[in-house]
Protein backbone atom coordinates (compact mmCIF):
# COMPACT_ATOMS: atom_id res chain seq x y z
CA UNK A 1 0.00 0.00 0.00
CA UNK A 2 1.06 3.46 -0.58
CA UNK A 3 1.64 5.29 3.18
CA UNK A 4 2.09 9.01 1.16
CA UNK A 5 -0.99 11.43 1.48
CA UNK A 6 -2.26 12.65 -2.29
CA UNK A 7 -2.08 16.66 -2.66
CA UNK A 8 -6.08 16.52 -2.22
CA UNK A 9 -5.46 14.91 1.34
CA UNK A 10 -2.49 16.84 2.13
CA UNK A 11 -4.36 20.21 0.88
CA UNK A 12 -7.19 19.00 3.30
CA UNK A 13 -4.90 18.79 6.27
CA UNK A 14 -3.68 22.43 5.44
CA UNK A 15 -7.36 23.36 5.49
CA UNK A 16 -7.77 21.89 8.77
CA UNK A 17 -4.31 23.36 10.25
CA UNK A 18 -5.96 27.15 9.23
CA UNK A 19 -9.20 26.33 10.48
CA UNK A 20 -7.56 25.13 14.10
CA UNK A 21 -5.21 28.16 13.98
CA UNK A 22 -8.10 30.62 13.74
CA UNK A 23 -10.37 29.03 16.41
CA UNK A 24 -7.00 28.92 19.12
CA UNK A 25 -8.45 29.03 22.54
CA UNK A 26 -6.97 27.78 25.62
CA UNK A 27 -10.81 26.61 26.79
CA UNK A 28 -10.61 24.60 23.72
CA UNK A 29 -7.24 23.20 23.29
CA UNK A 30 -4.82 22.08 25.42
CA UNK A 31 -2.14 20.32 24.15
CA UNK A 32 -1.25 18.04 27.78
CA UNK A 33 -4.80 16.31 27.62
CA UNK A 34 -3.99 12.90 26.58
CA UNK A 35 -5.94 10.91 24.31
CA UNK A 36 -9.30 9.52 26.09
CA UNK A 37 -9.32 12.91 27.98
CA UNK A 38 -9.99 14.95 24.53
CA UNK A 39 -13.41 14.79 25.27
CA UNK A 40 -16.39 17.57 24.18
CA UNK A 41 -17.17 18.06 27.90
CA UNK A 42 -17.67 22.08 28.00
CA UNK A 43 -19.77 24.70 26.74
CA UNK A 44 -16.34 26.11 25.01
CA UNK A 45 -15.99 22.75 23.55
CA UNK A 46 -19.68 21.70 22.08
CA UNK A 47 -18.92 25.43 20.87
CA UNK A 48 -16.13 24.20 18.58
CA UNK A 49 -17.74 21.19 17.78
CA UNK A 50 -20.64 23.09 16.45
CA UNK A 51 -18.12 24.88 13.91
CA UNK A 52 -16.43 21.79 12.39
CA UNK A 53 -20.11 20.44 11.81
CA UNK A 54 -20.85 23.73 9.89
CA UNK A 55 -17.98 23.23 7.85
CA UNK A 56 -19.06 19.59 7.21
CA UNK A 57 -16.81 17.86 8.55
CA UNK A 58 -18.54 15.46 10.97
CA UNK A 59 -19.61 12.60 9.19
CA UNK A 60 -17.70 13.19 6.19
CA UNK A 61 -17.63 9.16 5.37
CA UNK A 62 -20.97 8.52 5.72
CA UNK A 63 -23.27 7.94 3.17
CA UNK A 64 -25.14 10.87 1.62
CA UNK A 65 -28.06 9.09 1.93
CA UNK A 66 -27.74 10.07 6.46
CA UNK A 67 -26.19 13.62 5.68
CA UNK A 68 -22.46 12.40 4.79
CA UNK A 69 -20.20 12.91 1.60
CA UNK A 70 -19.01 9.89 0.63
CA UNK A 71 -15.13 10.93 1.44
CA UNK A 72 -13.03 8.46 2.07
CA UNK A 73 -12.24 7.62 5.59
CA UNK A 74 -8.65 8.79 5.08
CA UNK A 75 -10.10 12.53 5.76
CA UNK A 76 -11.68 11.80 9.10
CA UNK A 77 -8.07 10.43 10.08
CA UNK A 78 -6.42 13.61 9.36
CA UNK A 79 -9.03 16.04 10.61
CA UNK A 80 -9.01 13.27 14.17
CA UNK A 81 -5.24 13.46 13.85
CA UNK A 82 -4.89 17.31 13.56
CA UNK A 83 -7.32 17.87 16.14
CA UNK A 84 -5.74 15.47 18.78
CA UNK A 85 -2.35 16.61 18.49
CA UNK A 86 -3.42 19.92 19.60
CA UNK A 87 -5.57 18.27 22.60
CA UNK A 88 -8.80 20.00 21.06
CA UNK A 89 -11.80 17.62 21.22
CA UNK A 90 -11.64 14.58 18.71
CA UNK A 91 -14.69 13.38 16.48
CA UNK A 92 -14.77 9.99 18.27
CA UNK A 93 -18.22 8.65 20.12
CA UNK A 94 -20.49 10.14 18.18
CA UNK A 95 -19.19 10.18 14.68
CA UNK A 96 -17.08 7.39 14.52
CA UNK A 97 -18.60 4.44 17.19
CA UNK A 98 -22.17 5.40 17.52
CA UNK A 99 -23.20 6.87 14.08
CA UNK A 100 -21.36 4.43 12.42
CA UNK A 101 -22.81 1.36 13.93
CA UNK A 102 -26.40 3.20 13.40
CA UNK A 103 -26.12 3.33 9.96
CA UNK A 104 -25.03 -0.07 10.08
CA UNK A 105 -27.85 -2.05 12.63
CA UNK A 106 -29.76 0.41 13.88
CA UNK A 107 -33.58 1.12 12.89
CA UNK A 108 -34.91 4.03 10.35
CA UNK A 109 -36.22 5.89 13.62
CA UNK A 110 -32.58 5.66 15.60
CA UNK A 111 -31.30 6.91 12.26
CA UNK A 112 -33.62 9.51 11.75
CA UNK A 113 -33.59 11.23 15.16
CA UNK A 114 -29.76 10.45 16.13
CA UNK A 115 -27.63 10.85 12.69
CA UNK A 116 -28.71 14.49 11.89
CA UNK A 117 -27.97 15.58 16.23
CA UNK A 118 -24.53 13.43 15.77
CA UNK A 119 -23.44 15.83 11.99
CA UNK A 120 -24.60 19.03 14.02
CA UNK A 121 -22.82 18.41 16.85
CA UNK A 122 -25.54 18.44 19.18
CA UNK A 123 -25.43 15.42 21.15
CA UNK A 124 -22.74 13.82 23.50
CA UNK A 125 -22.76 10.09 24.11
CA UNK A 126 -21.44 7.65 27.01
CA UNK A 127 -20.50 3.94 26.97
CA UNK A 128 -21.29 1.48 29.28
CA UNK A 129 -20.10 -1.83 28.48
CA UNK A 130 -18.07 -2.55 31.74
CA UNK A 131 -19.22 -3.45 35.01
CA UNK A 132 -17.51 -4.83 38.37
CA UNK A 133 -17.03 -8.50 37.41
CA UNK A 134 -17.37 -7.48 33.87
CA UNK A 135 -13.87 -5.33 32.50
CA UNK A 136 -12.00 -7.03 30.12
CA UNK A 137 -14.74 -9.68 29.47
CA UNK A 138 -17.39 -7.60 28.43
CA UNK A 139 -19.41 -10.50 27.31
CA UNK A 140 -19.76 -11.36 31.01
CA UNK A 141 -22.07 -7.99 31.69
CA UNK A 142 -24.81 -8.76 33.84
CA UNK A 143 -26.69 -5.43 33.82
CA UNK A 144 -30.80 -7.20 33.36
CA UNK A 145 -33.13 -5.83 31.11
CA UNK A 146 -36.34 -7.56 31.61
CA UNK A 147 -39.43 -7.04 29.13
CA UNK A 148 -42.21 -4.60 30.38
CA UNK A 149 -45.02 -3.65 27.67
CA UNK A 150 -43.36 -1.56 25.06
CA UNK A 151 -39.84 -1.24 26.55
CA UNK A 152 -37.16 -3.17 29.00
CA UNK A 153 -36.69 -2.71 32.78
CA UNK A 154 -33.11 -2.37 33.14
CA UNK A 155 -31.27 -3.07 36.60
CA UNK A 156 -27.57 -3.22 37.86
CA UNK A 157 -24.89 -1.34 37.44
CA UNK A 158 -21.95 -0.20 35.11
CA UNK A 159 -18.50 0.76 35.68
CA UNK A 160 -15.38 2.86 34.29
CA UNK A 161 -17.97 5.25 32.01
CA UNK A 162 -15.69 8.13 30.91
CA UNK A 163 -18.48 10.35 29.89
CA UNK A 164 -21.40 9.47 32.22
CA UNK A 165 -21.24 12.99 33.68
CA UNK A 166 -21.62 14.79 31.01
CA UNK A 167 -23.28 13.39 28.13
CA UNK A 168 -26.52 13.42 26.56
CA UNK A 169 -27.64 9.65 25.89
CA UNK A 170 -25.93 6.47 27.02
CA UNK A 171 -25.08 3.70 24.67
CA UNK A 172 -24.83 0.70 26.69
CA UNK A 173 -25.10 -3.18 26.60
CA UNK A 174 -27.38 -5.18 28.56
CA UNK A 175 -28.79 -8.78 29.04
CA UNK A 176 -31.73 -9.64 27.27
CA UNK A 177 -31.93 -13.68 27.98
CA UNK A 178 -29.99 -14.98 30.79
CA UNK A 179 -30.44 -19.11 29.47
CA UNK A 180 -28.60 -18.22 26.63
CA UNK A 181 -24.53 -18.73 25.68
CA UNK A 182 -23.51 -15.30 27.12
CA UNK A 183 -22.16 -13.54 23.78
CA UNK A 184 -25.99 -14.42 22.61
CA UNK A 185 -28.14 -12.59 25.47
CA UNK A 186 -27.10 -9.00 25.32
CA UNK A 187 -29.20 -6.76 23.48
CA UNK A 188 -27.31 -3.24 22.73
CA UNK A 189 -29.86 -0.16 23.48
CA UNK A 190 -29.71 3.99 24.09
CA UNK A 191 -31.07 5.21 27.30
CA UNK A 192 -31.38 8.90 28.27
CA UNK A 193 -28.95 10.09 30.78
CA UNK A 194 -31.29 12.05 32.66
CA UNK A 195 -33.47 9.08 33.48
CA UNK A 196 -34.53 9.27 36.99
CA UNK A 197 -33.40 5.49 37.81
CA UNK A 198 -29.77 6.42 37.12
CA UNK A 199 -27.24 7.16 39.40
CA UNK A 200 -24.05 8.24 38.30
CA UNK A 201 -21.22 8.48 40.93
CA UNK A 202 -17.59 10.05 39.87
CA UNK A 203 -14.05 7.81 40.34
CA UNK A 204 -11.35 10.01 39.81
CA UNK A 205 -8.26 8.29 38.29
CA UNK A 206 -4.59 8.68 38.66
CA UNK A 207 -4.75 10.16 35.15
CA UNK A 208 -6.33 13.24 36.90
CA UNK A 209 -9.59 12.49 34.91
CA UNK A 210 -12.88 11.53 36.03
CA UNK A 211 -14.93 8.41 35.30
CA UNK A 212 -17.94 6.80 36.60
CA UNK A 213 -20.02 4.39 38.18
CA UNK A 214 -23.27 4.02 37.03
CA UNK A 215 -26.35 2.67 38.63
CA UNK A 216 -29.45 1.59 37.16
CA UNK A 217 -32.51 1.21 39.29
CA UNK A 218 -35.83 0.18 37.29
CA UNK A 219 -34.88 2.27 34.26
CA UNK A 220 -37.84 1.67 31.59
CA UNK A 221 -36.35 2.08 28.12
CA UNK A 222 -38.67 1.95 24.98
CA UNK A 223 -37.51 -1.12 22.77
CA UNK A 224 -37.68 1.52 20.03
CA UNK A 225 -34.15 2.38 21.43
CA UNK A 226 -33.31 -0.95 20.91
CA UNK A 227 -29.87 -1.57 18.65
CA UNK A 228 -30.38 -4.06 16.05
CA UNK A 229 -31.64 -7.38 16.66
CA UNK A 230 -32.24 -8.90 20.04
CA UNK A 231 -29.67 -10.89 21.79
CA UNK A 232 -27.38 -9.84 18.52
CA UNK A 233 -25.71 -6.74 20.48
CA UNK A 234 -22.59 -8.31 21.42
CA UNK A 235 -21.56 -8.17 17.60
CA UNK A 236 -22.66 -4.95 17.53
CA UNK A 237 -20.35 -4.29 20.54
CA UNK A 238 -16.86 -5.91 18.63
CA UNK A 239 -17.79 -3.92 15.82
CA UNK A 240 -18.25 -0.58 17.50
CA UNK A 241 -15.16 -1.39 20.20
CA UNK A 242 -13.01 -1.67 16.63
CA UNK A 243 -13.92 1.60 15.90
CA UNK A 244 -13.28 2.79 19.45
CA UNK A 245 -9.98 0.79 19.48
CA UNK A 246 -8.59 3.51 16.63
CA UNK A 247 -10.69 6.65 17.10
CA UNK A 248 -9.94 6.93 20.57
CA UNK A 249 -6.08 6.41 20.58
CA UNK A 250 -4.57 9.00 18.32
CA UNK A 251 -1.35 8.84 17.05
CA UNK A 252 -0.89 12.62 16.67
CA UNK A 253 -0.12 12.77 20.65
CA UNK A 254 2.55 10.20 20.73
CA UNK A 255 4.49 11.61 17.75
CA UNK A 256 3.91 15.17 19.88
CA UNK A 257 5.62 13.32 22.88
CA UNK A 258 8.31 11.77 21.12
CA UNK A 259 9.26 15.39 19.39
CA UNK A 260 9.20 16.97 22.93
CA UNK A 261 11.25 14.12 24.64
CA UNK A 262 13.79 14.83 21.45
CA UNK A 263 13.95 18.41 21.82
CA UNK A 264 14.84 17.78 25.16
CA UNK A 265 17.47 15.23 24.80
CA UNK A 266 19.17 17.88 22.04
CA UNK A 267 19.65 20.24 23.91
CA UNK A 268 20.00 19.17 27.47
CA UNK A 269 23.59 18.26 30.04
CA UNK A 270 23.91 16.07 32.37
CA UNK A 271 27.59 16.67 34.11
CA UNK A 272 28.84 18.98 31.91
CA UNK A 273 28.17 16.34 28.68
CA UNK A 274 25.17 16.52 26.05
CA UNK A 275 22.78 13.95 26.80
CA UNK A 276 22.69 13.60 23.00
CA UNK A 277 25.98 12.35 23.25
CA UNK A 278 25.34 9.55 25.34
CA UNK A 279 25.26 6.30 23.64
CA UNK A 280 22.61 4.20 25.59
CA UNK A 281 20.35 7.53 25.48
CA UNK A 282 20.59 7.90 21.26
CA UNK A 283 20.39 4.34 21.22
CA UNK A 284 16.85 4.14 23.30
CA UNK A 285 15.88 7.55 20.98
CA UNK A 286 16.32 5.80 17.79
CA UNK A 287 14.22 2.97 18.99
CA UNK A 288 11.59 5.28 20.19
CA UNK A 289 11.63 6.99 16.68
CA UNK A 290 11.52 4.06 14.97
CA UNK A 291 8.59 2.34 16.83
CA UNK A 292 6.78 5.50 16.21
CA UNK A 293 6.53 5.23 12.55
CA UNK A 294 5.42 1.80 12.87
CA UNK A 295 2.56 2.90 15.47
CA UNK A 296 1.88 5.45 12.92
CA UNK A 297 1.81 2.80 9.60
CA UNK A 298 -0.33 0.57 11.46
CA UNK A 299 -2.85 3.49 12.07
CA UNK A 300 -2.95 3.58 8.42
CA UNK A 301 -2.63 0.29 7.79
CA UNK A 302 -6.28 0.37 9.84
CA UNK A 303 -7.33 3.24 7.66
CA UNK A 304 -6.48 1.52 4.22
CA UNK A 305 -8.71 -1.60 5.16
CA UNK A 306 -11.62 0.28 6.60
CA UNK A 307 -11.69 1.95 3.13
CA UNK A 308 -12.66 -1.13 1.86
CA UNK A 309 -15.90 -0.91 3.23
CA UNK A 310 -17.87 -3.88 5.45
CA UNK A 311 -17.54 -4.12 9.07
CA UNK A 312 -14.22 -2.61 10.85
CA UNK A 313 -11.46 -4.77 10.24
CA UNK A 314 -10.48 -6.18 13.39
CA UNK A 315 -6.98 -7.64 13.45
CA UNK A 316 -6.00 -4.03 11.90
CA UNK A 317 -7.48 -2.21 14.72
CA UNK A 318 -6.35 -4.88 17.60
CA UNK A 319 -2.82 -4.34 16.27
CA UNK A 320 -3.08 -0.61 16.16
CA UNK A 321 -4.51 -0.15 19.72
CA UNK A 322 -1.95 -2.85 21.23
CA UNK A 323 1.29 -1.44 19.39
CA UNK A 324 0.35 2.48 19.87
CA UNK A 325 -0.86 2.25 23.72
CA UNK A 326 2.13 0.03 25.23
CA UNK A 327 4.81 2.74 22.78
CA UNK A 328 3.25 5.38 24.50
CA UNK A 329 3.81 3.61 27.78
CA UNK A 330 7.41 3.42 26.65
CA UNK A 331 7.74 7.22 25.73
CA UNK A 332 6.61 8.05 29.02
CA UNK A 333 8.87 5.65 31.24
CA UNK A 334 11.94 6.94 28.91
CA UNK A 335 10.91 10.70 29.30
CA UNK A 336 10.16 10.25 33.29
CA UNK A 337 13.43 8.03 33.76
CA UNK A 338 16.02 10.93 31.45
CA UNK A 339 14.40 13.75 33.33
CA UNK A 340 15.83 12.89 36.32
CA UNK A 341 13.82 13.96 39.71
CA UNK A 342 12.91 17.14 38.19
CA UNK A 343 10.41 14.88 36.05
CA UNK A 344 7.91 13.86 38.71
CA UNK A 345 7.12 17.90 38.85
CA UNK A 346 3.56 18.36 37.71
CA UNK A 347 2.25 19.07 34.24
CA UNK A 348 2.36 23.17 33.59
CA UNK A 349 5.22 23.37 35.94
CA UNK A 350 7.54 25.68 34.00
CA UNK A 351 10.60 25.22 35.36
CA UNK A 352 10.37 21.04 35.25
CA UNK A 353 11.57 18.77 32.38
CA UNK A 354 9.59 19.23 28.82
CA UNK A 355 7.04 21.20 31.31
CA UNK A 356 6.20 18.48 33.73
CA UNK A 357 4.55 16.21 30.26
CA UNK A 358 5.93 13.37 31.51
CA UNK A 359 4.69 13.24 35.07
CA UNK A 360 1.00 13.12 33.58
CA UNK A 361 1.32 11.08 30.58
CA UNK A 362 3.48 8.56 32.77
CA UNK A 363 0.13 8.42 34.83
CA UNK A 364 -2.31 8.73 32.26
CA UNK A 365 -1.09 5.92 30.16
CA UNK A 366 -2.45 3.22 32.48
CA UNK A 367 -5.94 4.16 31.05
CA UNK A 368 -4.67 4.23 27.37
CA UNK A 369 -3.93 0.15 27.63
CA UNK A 370 -6.98 -0.66 29.69
CA UNK A 371 -10.09 1.18 27.75
CA UNK A 372 -11.29 0.09 24.77
CA UNK A 373 -10.12 -3.35 25.44
CA UNK A 374 -6.65 -4.33 27.94
CA UNK A 375 -3.50 -5.08 25.90
CA UNK A 376 -4.29 -8.60 27.19
CA UNK A 377 -7.57 -8.80 25.36
CA UNK A 378 -5.90 -7.43 22.05
CA UNK A 379 -3.03 -9.92 22.02
CA UNK A 380 -6.06 -12.51 22.59
CA UNK A 381 -7.76 -11.03 19.76
CA UNK A 382 -4.54 -11.08 17.17
CA UNK A 383 -3.68 -14.31 18.20
CA UNK A 384 -6.94 -16.35 17.59
CA UNK A 385 -8.01 -14.00 13.90
CA UNK A 386 -4.72 -13.07 12.37
CA UNK A 387 -2.44 -15.96 13.67
CA UNK A 388 -5.32 -18.70 13.85
CA UNK A 389 -4.51 -20.37 17.20
CA UNK A 390 -7.30 -21.81 19.22
CA UNK A 391 -8.88 -20.22 21.62
CA UNK A 392 -7.67 -21.99 25.09
CA UNK A 393 -3.72 -21.84 24.25
Not at 146 to 172: E, P
Not at 386 to 391: E, R
Amino acid sequence: MNFEFSDAELAFGEEVDKFIEANRSPEVMDRTRENMAQLVDTPERRAFMKKLAERGWLGMSWPKEYGGSEREGVYEYLLNERLAREGAPQIGKGVGIIGKTIIRNGSEKLKREFLPQILNAEIEFAIGYSEPQAGSDAAAMALKATRDGDGWRLNGQKIFTTSAHFADWYWVGARTDPDKPKHDGITLFLVRMDDPGLTVHPMPTIGDEITNQVFFDNVWVNDEYRVGELNRGFRYISEALDLERFTMFTFSPIEQRVELLCEYVANEERDGKPLREDPVIRQRIAQLVTQTEVARVLGLQFVAKSMKGGAPPTCESSMYKLYATELSQRVANTALNLAGPGGQLRVHTHEAPMKGRSELTYRYTVVDTIGGGSSEIQKNIIARRKLGLPKNF
